[in-house]
């Protein structure tokens, strides 16, 4: 579904991915970890093309991103992301929140916008949040809605930058919930995050990145208790 | 002290029309003021060179001159450069919409680059085009923001509208004049139309506060 090739991505002078190459199958779990600034959001943007890549070619079921003839918006239509800080429009109220972009982008009409909208809502427990605006929202409901807005576009990749980071602990179970039931109904989602539990549990694979290095890929089971390198060792054993 | 405001009494009913005179080249102004100045504010955002250069330009000509020099560059140029025997109205607007576009597009560009950056980048993710995502996105909450710079600058435009009596159109200002001239007094009626003023701009700050309230209804 995913294919990235030899990518690099500079801020000026400054590397912050080198030379990765990795795959991500249809209906796999992939989390990225990794220390601070080792890059794993950039990378994830370089997926949507938030960040363009300096080099290397990026393969989105077989359409080349970094080709300037490809057409980025339909691209993003079907890569959903969900934030840190949720981003949700906050003049908007949760169901508009929702079909703003069915609609706009996709030209459902108002009503199938709102079924599939209302359908999204029940899933992810908020049914009675739909006439509520953002503020009102606690983290993990702003996360949880977050999440239903991407989904609305009916992508066929999300694309997670530590989701559960900005809330309070009582809340990251919540949306973690929400994101393993997705998992489990066959989504493709790449997901950085710092819940190594989640990544244990839930990920087919797992990618650690260093300094913009991807230092080691594995399956999480013989990851988390044998990691091949020493730096991913060294990260293991300073978190867990 | 000798005061009478009994003499003003039969100028009432020309001096009140003043009102509607200012408020139509008024209204006319901030609208044309409004767009232009929100078109300049995407120039300036925008990634295209030349017109960055531009809006940028004409924000320094037209912030950086007197409005009564403007006002008198449109109302006797044009006639002496085109032949075209422009209207007091349609100079008045031009001169007052154009002046103001250039202080309504920095109060714009400032409102626009104060929406968290993670606004733009949710509508791209989603494969929402960028015009679209300027529209219902970025403005409506840059906006929101800056209602009272803006309702500043209406109120400011307001209150200078009276220097249009310079090129003899008949506002609330150029009344009080013409009363006051042929009345050999000229405090009453000048008063009168400061009344009328303060009442006007008092107007659109309710008005202002009311749009204010609706819009922080979503908070
Ligand atoms: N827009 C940018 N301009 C310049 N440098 C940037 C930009 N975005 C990120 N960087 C730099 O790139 C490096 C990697 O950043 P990135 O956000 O990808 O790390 P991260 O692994 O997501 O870290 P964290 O766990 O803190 O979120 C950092 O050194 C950061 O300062
Ligand atoms: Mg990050």
Redesign the pocket.
């Known amino acids: 579904m995913i294919k990235v090739e030899n990518l690099t991505k500079k801020?000026g002078e400054?590397e912050?991915l080198s030379n990765i190459s990795t795959e991500i199958k249809k209906g796999e779990v992939v989390s990225i970890i990794?220390p601070?600034?080792?890059?794993?959001?950039?990378f994830l943007r370089c997926i949507n093309l938030l960040e363009k890549p300096t080099e290397g070619t990026i393969l989105v079921d077989e359409e080349n991103l970094t080709d300037p003839k490809t057409n980025i918006l339909k691209v993003r239509e079907k890569i959903g992301m969900v934030f840190q800080h949720f981003h949700l429009f906050p003049h908007l109220n949760v169901l508009d929140n929702l079909t703003y972009a069915p609609m706009k982008v996709k030209h459902l009409s108002k009503d199938q916008a709102e079924e599939k909208a209302r359908g999204l809502l029940a899933k992810v427990g908020l049914t009675e949040k739909e006439t509520a605006y953002p503020s009102s929202l606690s983290g993990g409901q702003k996360q949880r809605v977050a999440i239903a807005r991407a989904l609305a576009m009916e992508p066929d990749l999300m694309l997670f930058d530590?989701p559960t980071s900005a809330l309070d602990p009582e809340m990251v179970k919540e949306v973690l919930d929400v994101m393993k039931d997705l998992a489990h109904s066959g989504m493709t989602m790449a997901v950085?995050t710092h819940e190594m539990g989640f990544a244990r549990e839930v990920a087919d694979r797992v990618l650690f990145l260093d300094h913009g290095v991807l230092v080691e890929e594995g399956e999480p089971n013989s990851f988390f208790t044998a990691p091949k390198t020493n730096r991913a060792a060294d990260f293991l054993e300073k978190i867990l | 002290m000798n005061l009478d405001f009994s003499q003003i009494v039969p100028y009432i009913p020309f001096m009140l029309e003043g009102i509607w005179v200012t408020l139509q080249f008024v209204f006319v102004a901030i609208i044309f003021g409004f767009i232009l100045g929100t078109v300049l504010a995407l120039f300036k955002i925008g990634s295209i060179r030349p017109l960055r250069w531009f809006a940028d330009a004409y924000t320094s000509i037209f912030r950086g001159t007197p409005l009564i020099l403007q006002l008198m560059i449109i109302y006797f140029a044009i006639p002496q450069l085109t032949g075209y025997d422009i209207q007091p109205f349609l100079s008045a607007v031009l001169a007052f919409g154009l002046n103001s576009s250039a202080y309504v597009s920095e109060i714009i560009r400032a409102g626009i680059q104060a929406v968290d950056k993670g606004q733009t980048e949710a509508a791209q993710a989603l494969g929402v085009p960028y015009r679209q995502m300027m529209i219902d996105v970025i403005l409506p909450q840059a906006l929101k923001n800056i209602l009272p710079a803006l309702m500043n600058e209406f109120i400011t435009l307001t209150k200078e509208s009276a220097l249009v009596s310079t090129i003899s159109y008949l506002d609330l200002m150029r009344r009080a004049q013409v009363v006051g001239a042929d009345l050999y007094r000229n405090f009453e009626p000048l008063l009168f139309v400061g009344l009328l003023y303060w009442l006007m701009v008092m107007g659109l700050t309710i008005l202002g506060k009311l749009v204010e309230r609706r819009l922080r209804l979503s908070d």
């Open positions: 801020f400054n912050v990794g601070s600034g080792s890059g794993k959001s950039t530590e950085v």
